[in-house]
């Protein structure tokens, strides 16, 4: 299993960022996804994910309407896309799956920066 993230940077606030995952190893489209974030001093939480079955998504209270989560199954990739940036959104993000109880795969993390 491997994901690979990307599309991370330095902006400025109130701009937008849309961030992706490749992902392979697996079958793409039958397992639910998440991003997760974790900043300095922080613990890692759960910011969205989308499910397999009907493509239903589920956010964190401190995105919902500025965050979107997606998926394309015949790129097996999953995407976000961050608008209206804040300060506090600054993190390390990360893409995971869930394949079963005890399974859960990460990828590297994509930095993102949001300064003035």
């Known amino acids: 299993v491997q994901l690979v993230e990307s599309g991370g940077g330095l902006v400025q606030p109130g701009g937008s960022l849309r961030l992706s995952c490749a992902a392979s190893?697996?079958?793409?489209?039958?397992?639910?996804l998440s991003w997760y974030r974790q900043a300095p001093g922080k613990e890692r939480e759960l910011v969205a994910s989308?499910?397999?079955?009907?493509?239903?998504?589920n956010y964190a209270d401190s995105v919902k309407g500025r965050f979107t989560i997606s998926r394309d199954n015949a790129k097996n990739t999953v995407y976000l896309q961050m608008n209206s940036l804040k300060p506090e959104d600054t993190a390390v993000y990360y893409c995971?799956?869930?394949?079963?109880?005890?399974?859960?795969?990460w990828g590297q993390g994509t930095q993102v920066t949001v300064s003035s």
């Open positions: 995971s799956a869930l394949l079963r109880v005890g399974a859960q795969y």
């Open positions: 190893g697996f079958t793409f489209s039958t397992y639910a």
């Open positions: 989308i499910r397999s079955v009907d493509g239903s998504t």
